[in-house]
Structure formats: structure tokens, C-alpha cells
């Protein structure tokens, strides 16, 4: 398996103020990797240091070998990085199918037989094709989100919380989803407030407590750890 | 009746084409460079001085020349973009917004200084209405609107069915979201500042084919145009028309003797209809017609 996405001994944060300490992480090929860990932890940080979005001070971000340390997001997206951030994730006032034209903005090539597969993996947006986004229910919006960062077939997909808000019938529909993108093919690095579930689907989790990386495993194995159970998968809020 | 609509009705259309084409210039500024572009009246007020220029150059009536016209002014908002408004992009609004008000001042006395202060035409000679039995119109009233109607099937056409028209429409929607899709935001800017000034000089070459040229023309459509974004709902650029258009036959109509013979309003406070317009709005629905972005 080849190493996707890779951060090196991270430290970053806005600004002068660090958020990061020396983080450590790595996604391989057709991997899912989950971030969990305390409000505050910097999980979602982790992401937009990755995305180019705040000051990496130290360490590197390698994407299959290239370094990507602090480049713009809009450079980070012709990369082949996704990213779909945790609100505000699609264009209301666009139609469902402008929302994915969009996705695929940086390519020259004709997006419909693309947009037609996000359609099959996604069949109520197909329904709903016309429609402003605005009009969609919370789980709609999270799979249109997907949907439209899935468009380039990106190298790997940055999930930051996508189940956050949703009631409990979204949630698994969610994580379900998100399992499925990953088994079709896709690499994944996503950070959960829903830990458990999400572990449950993962391949490897990070525990991140304070900006520090405090745990690494196995999504079963972590899941399965008395003390990590008892700090931080006990509470539904962890 | 008949006056009514040849007297009143229709001069307020013809007002409302113009107002409704600046507005346009307005939202979209608003909803994807963030700001209240003051400068957008002297924009248009540049855009009909070089058209005088260019029909006094060709020869051509306004409307053949007003694309050359259009174009120029489009460049010259690039460049001025790029000098006066692009090393504000990341600094709070009220940078971009005094940025503005100083060019407004800057090209205002450009224009005085190149083509100076006295009235002038861009065609000479008194029309006459042409007859549809007692309904009576201007033809100069008949190519304004027939004009406007294209422009704005053009403008729905670019922003619906082009690449570059959706990403303006999702810049305006989440401008932060945009960036993060990739869409190459500096594109977007010069695509609105191109299709903001060529509406700009549309709409004031309307205006001066109704009435005359004089440097002070943009500048007293400024605050009808701001009426017209604010009552459409800001960033909405079909709320921008809709505005428009309300305003300016408000406007208009406010003047119709409709109690006894008198005026309603005197013709005098045609403006304090569209300040009216305005902050009633503002009070009672501030995200506007067509709900835009509150302010």
C-alpha cells in the first residue's frame, strides 16, 4: 500500500497562537483514518493545516511524496485533496447539479458522466437535481457535500465531522455512506465527534487530546481499550 | 388612461430599465468583492463620456458604439481593480468601501477635467411619440427597453449557463466554500467588475439617450441603484431588476395626478420616493424581495 497523505512532527495554528504540537499522522492508499477526540482537541484543525488554511510553523504535510506544507487551498485542491468542511458545505442558492458542476470547477473536461455516477451512489440527489441545495434535509446536504468533493475523483477525501448535527437515523446513514465511498475506492481522513461509530468503521484511529497526539491504533482495537473507553468514547460528546 | 401609461407608466419603465441595469453592478459587487461600490455612478458616467467621444469620433448612433464603450470601461475598471481594490481583498469592508468613495471622487474629476462640465448630447434633435391609436410612445423609449430586455436575457444567460456565471453565483452564495471547491476567486472578481461596468455604461447611455451627458448624471443614480440592490434583497442580482424597476415607476407614477388634478407628489421629490423605498424596506425587510444578505 503506498502512503497517501502523510504529516511530519506538525505544528500549527493561527497565527502565533499554536493549536498543533509535533503531530504525527499518516493515510495509505484505500484507507479510512478517523481523528477523534475532546472539544478542543484541534481534531478539525488537523484538516485545514493539511487544506493550507492556518500557519503550519513546523513539520511537513507530504501528499505520495510531494510536500504541501503550507500551499493556499486553492492549490491543495488541484493536488487531488477533497475537503468538505463541517457546516456550511454546499452552495444553498445553487441547484444540486450546479453544486457538483462546481465541484469538478478546476477541470476542463465535461463533468455529466461523473455527475451521473455521484447520482447512482447517491440516488436522492438525482431526484432532487433541480433544486437549490438550500432545500435539502441536513442528510442531503452532507451527501451533496460528498458528492461534490468526490467530483475529481481526489486522491483522498478530508471529512471534518460529517455527521455533526444530524439526528441519529442520519448519523448511521452517514457512516454507512462514508464506508461505502471508502470500499468503492476512496481514501479517507475524517474527523468524528461520534467516535465509537466512527472508529468502528475505520481502519486506524488518532486520539487527540490538547493538540497532542495521545493514541494510535487500530478503529477496532481503540474501541476495544479499556482506558480510551473510559476518557473518551464513554461520553457522546468525546 | 391612455396618459397614464404614455405619460407615466412608461417613462417609469424606461427610469426602472436604467436603475435596474446599475443595480445589477451593485449586488453583484456586493455579494463577491463584499462592499458598497460608491464609485459604480461615475463608472457609468465615464462609460457614456466615452461613447460621446466615440460618436463623435464614428459618426454612429450611441447604441452601435456603446459595446467599444462598454469594453473600454470594462478594462479601465481592471486595472483600477487591480490598483486600488485588490490590496484590500483580505482588509475589513470599510477599507474597500472608502477605496471606493475616493475613485468615485478620482474619475468624477477625471472625466470634468478631460471632456468638461457643460451639458452636452449624445444625439441632437426633438423626437416625436409614434401613435399606437391614443397610447403614445417615444422610440427612443422603445429601443431603451427593447435594449434593457436583451441585456438582461444575456446576463440570465451567463450567469445560469456558463462555467465562469455559476461560480460568480456560488462566489456570491459562500465565498470561503468557493475557494476551498478550487474556483479561482481573482477570475470571479474580474468577471463581475467586467459585467458590473459594461451594465454600468449600458444603463447610462440609456440615460443620456433620455435626457442629456453632464458629469453629475452616475452620481445622482447612485442612491436609486442602492434602492433598487437593498429592495431586491443584496447579492441577488434578479432581485437587483425587480428593484429596479419598482423604483423607478414608482417613481414616476408618484407624480400622477391620482387625487383631484394635482400631482400626487411633486415631481421634485421623485428621489425622496426611492430614499422612501429604501429605508422602509430596511426596516420592515432588510434581506430585501428576494432575500439576499442582511446587513
Known sequence: ?238 | MMEFLSFYLVPGVVLGCIYALGAIGISLTFGILRFSNFAHGDTMTLGVYLTLSLVQLTGLHPLLVMPAAMALTAIIMLGLDQVFYKPFRASPTIMLVIASFGLMLMIRSMVQFLWGVQLQALRTGIERMSFYGSFGILPRHILIIGATAALMVAVHLVLTRTKIGKAMRATSDNAELAALTGIDTEMVIRATWVMGAALAVAAGVFLALDTHVETMMGFKLLLPMFAAAILGGIGKPYGAVAGGLVIGIAEEISAYPWIGAEPLLPPGYKAGVAFGIMVAMLIWRPQGLFRGRQF
Open chain 1, 1 to 238: 500500500m503506498s502512503r497517501v497523505l502523510e504529516l511530519d512532527g506538525i505544528s500549527a495554528g493561527y497565527g502565533e497562537t499554536a493549536i498543533l504540537h509535533n503531530i504525527d499522522l499518516h493515510v495509505d492508499e484505500g484507507e479510512i483514518v478517523v481523528i477523534v477526540g475532546p472539544n478542543g482537541a484541534g481534531k478539525s484543525t488537523v484538516m485545514k493545516a493539511v487544506f493550507g488554511m492556518l500557519n503550519i510553523t513546523a513539520g511537513a504535510v507530504r501528499l505520495g511524496g510531494d510536500e504541501i506544507t503550507n500551499t493556499p487551498p486553492q492549490k491543495v485542491v488541484t493536488k487531488g485533496v477533497a475537503y468538505v468542511p463541517q457546516s456550511a458545505n454546499v452552495f444553498v442558492s445553487l441547484s444540486v447539479e450546479e453544486n457538483l458542476e462546481m465541484g469538478a470547477y478546476i477541470s476542463k473536461d465535461d463533468p455529466a458522466p461523473r455527475i451521473e455516477e455521484i447520482y447512482q451512489k447517491f440516488p436522492p440527489l438525482r431526484e432532487k437535481r433541480h433544486q437549490p441545495a438550500g432545500s435539502l434535509s441536513g442528510g442531503q446536504r452532507q451527501m451533496l457535500a460528498m458528492g461534490k468533493a468526490l467530483m475529481l475523483h481526489p486522491k483522498i477525501l478530508l471529512l471534518d465531522e460529517p455527521t455533526a448535527g444530524l439526528s441519529p437515523k442520519y448519523r448511521g446513514e452517514i457512516f454507512e455512506t462514508v464506508h461505502e465511498i471508502n470500499t468503492t475506492g476512496s481514501t479517507i481522513l475524517m474527523v468524528e465527534q461520534n467516535a465509537k461509530q466512527a472508529l468502528m468503521i475505520a481502519d486506524r484511529g488518532y486520539v487527540l487530546v490538547d493538540g497532542e497526539n495521545r493514541y494510535t491504533g487500530g478503529g477496532q482495537d481503540l474501541v476495544n481499550d479499556d482506558e480510551i473507553a473510559r476518557l473518551f468514547l464513554g461520553r457522546r460528546t468525546s
